[in-house]
């Protein structure tokens, strides 16, 4: 590295995280919003108030009642007598309400069918969905205990879960995370400041001086990829001591892999920036890019599920290739298939793009 | 000076401030084009039925039995076998290239013809929960579509329940994210937007410049803000067209209760704004902390996609802070719900404490920061 584009390089750095505040952002906002995925976000879903509604001395429907209210999922929603259920939903008050059938459950199971009625608030139809799984398993349980362990079923599941047995959704949101805070902040960060210049005038200061074209793109961008392999470093190194998020492949796979993602993003911040004429258009332009990478990573939702051409599109999101590879790589092991396709797909992706916005900063420096 | 709001010079600087948004047609694109994009996304792409999921099936048994069984899976619209390379299953969950895989004994037909027990083994990949969970929901049923096609007789079931899905009966995943959207789309905007806006003015010193002349600090304020608030009321609006007109997302409640609601949200989130480039006064600076303060809480916390309910206690009572949950459970209850004012009483409530309090807080912090 010559001497000009080192002492360049440091002069950015100092300049990026002079501000006290801007330190306390670069490095204590990733730790806040892993702490939030990590503590506050779960998938499973809890809490769910229930209410029962039964006619008097039904003792096997109170059982089923019971049952419920001891998984641990569900919490009693009170409601006065003669209360109607759809009521109580909609004010709020329960989330679900189990109603059993009017002659009682046990007289109506004799006569074949006791079917209980289950009223489910869908205005979150993830949780409405997993409140009908929690009642599906807890009435076949109690079920089977009234009529005599009737476990005898001819075929059963016999389910394991691999990498994350727990299915805790630490595991599995932190290493997406990580590739989402690296992307926002190389991103927009990058594009804002040199934008800045630009908006401040400063960029043709150094324009006049006599640095060539490719140090002048070396000494802005430089300092945000270190910085976004920094924090990516603090986010695995954070989910690894607060979350217990294991690494089970090799580090330097798992540098590369930011490696690749950090030089996409920065060069992608450095293109947005030669497009936006102010801070404001480069911070919007950002999230034009960011909020479709996200959403297609498969972050938070599973890309195979998405329309088709969706998924193809997908395969233009250098994130969607790092979130495969940081969970194969932390959680996986490593497969040498993925690690190779996924990263020489990203790295191909960060040379296009630094070759881009290459050529874009010398269209506007000269 | 006369009075100490006049409406004639707030709205002289409100024009200002529109012929500024005017002239930069990319920063407006770009803001309303944001909405567009969203509304799409959440719309079509996001579905949260999983379906497809590939099932890497070993069949050591090859008999009628365990194709049979196999075909279940298949026809339940949500796997899809694949074929097993020579490696074995477990392989092709490393790899990626299946999510789940099945097991099934080599004398599984065998056993189902004499009546006796069987276990398949089923492995799934636990790197991505929201797939796993989602399948684990699917062994159920295909646990008892196998019983009954294969086993001969379905299980008795003495005790059984019937679901009724309310406000939202076929589990449609749009109808519960677009009317989330709004928040997102206010979260965004308004705050990002002003907080970038005014801080900008304090970086040139133009703020200075503003305030040496005779209009008063809550009009300037006024003014400043007001054409943010239109702009975001704007892209909302856009967003229930879309979600009535191509969604076709039912409109329960009252209109004027939902403008209401929309408006105070509005209100707190261009008053937080506001705060946070007056204690930054520096764009960058002022992006960041609208990020970790605005749009990070919309998405995240406020019960958008992962519910306030199943959050540990210390953030179920920290969110209550937070406007944009009252606004989600506002909005929701509005549009799905058709619920009216007294029932929302809590919702309404809160957030118009906690708009009062920011644009108070706000406003004190900006005269405060006057005195020379």
Known sequence: MNLTLKAFVKKELTQALRDVRMRALMFGAPIIQLTIFGLALSTEIKNIKLAVFSGPGDAMFGRVADGFYSSGWFLRAGHAPGEDPYELIASGRADAALIAPAAGLARSAERGGGRMQLLVDATNATKARAVEAYARNIIAAQAAREYG????????????????????????????????????????????????????????????????NAEVLLGKTVPY??????????????????????????????????????????????????????????????????????????????????????????????????????????????????????????GLMALLAAGLAYKRFRQTLN | MNGYFDFHRAYSIARKEVMHIWRDPFTLALALGLPVMLVTFFGYAIDYEVKDIRLAVSDRDKGPAARRFREIFSASGYFQPVETGPAGPVAMLDSGRASAALF??????????GGGRVTAQFVLDGSDNSKAAAVMGYLPGIQRAALARLAGAAP???????????????????????????????????????????????????????????????????????????LVLAGVF????????????????????????????????????????????????????GMITGLLPSMLLSGFIFPVESMPVFFRYFTMLLPPRWFMAAARGIILKGADLGELAVPFLALAILSAGMLALALKKFKTDLEP
Request: charged content about 15%; overall charge neutral.
């Open chain 2, 238 to 289: 856009f967003v229930y067209l879309v979600s009535r007109l191509v969604f076709g997302v039912p409109f329960a409640g009252s209109h004027l209760l939902y403008l209401a609601a929309c408006l105070l949200f509005v209100t707190a989130a261009l008053s937080q704004g506001l705060l946070i480039s007056v204690i930054t006064r520096q764009q960058q600076i002022a992006m960041q902390l």
């Open chain 1, 225 to 346: 990829i270190l910085l976004g392999l920094a924090d990516a470093a603090l986010v695995v190194a954070a989910g690894y001591l607060i979350f217990g998020v294991p690494v089970r492949g090799p580090l330097w796979q798992l540098g590369l892999a930011a490696l690749a993602l950090v030089v996409t993003t920065v060069s992608i911040g450095t293109f947005i920036s030669t497009v936006a004429r102010n801070q404001q258009q480069a911070m919007l332009g950002g999230f034009m890019f960011l909020f479709p990478a996200i959403l297609m990573s498969g972050i938070m939702y599973p890309v195979e599920n998405m329309p088709r051409a969706v998924i193809a599109a997908a395969y233009l999101d250098p994130l969607m290739y790092f979130v495969r590879l940081i969970r194969n790589i932390m959680l996986k092991g490593g497969d040498v298939h993925v690690l190779w396709a996924n990263l020489g797909a990203l």
């Open chain 2, 156 to 230: 008795r079931e003495p005790v059984s329940f019937e679901t009724r899905f309310l406000y939202n009966p076929e589990l449609n995943s749009r109808w519960f994210t677009v009317p989330g959207l709004a928040a997102i789309i206010i979260g965004l905007l308004a705050i990002l937007l002003t907080a970038m806006t005014v801080a900008r003015e304090w970086e040139n010193g133009s703020m200075e410049l503003l305030l040496s002349t005779p209009v008063r600090p809550l009009e300037i304020m006024f003014g400043k803000l007001a054409p943010y608030g239109a």
């Open chain 1, 149 to 212: 362990a009737r476990d005898d079923a001819a075929l059963k599941f016999d389910v394991r879960v691999l990498y994350n047995p727990a299915m805790e959704s630490s595991m599995f949101l932190v290493p997406g995370v990580m590739g989402m805070l690296v992307c926002l902040i190389t991103i927009i960060l990058t594009a804002m400041s040199l934008t800045r210049e630009k908006e401040m005038g400063t960029f043709e200061t150094i324009v006049s001086a006599p640095l060539s």
């Open chain 2, 104 to 113: 099934i004994e080599p004398d599984f037909s065998k056993k189902i013809k």
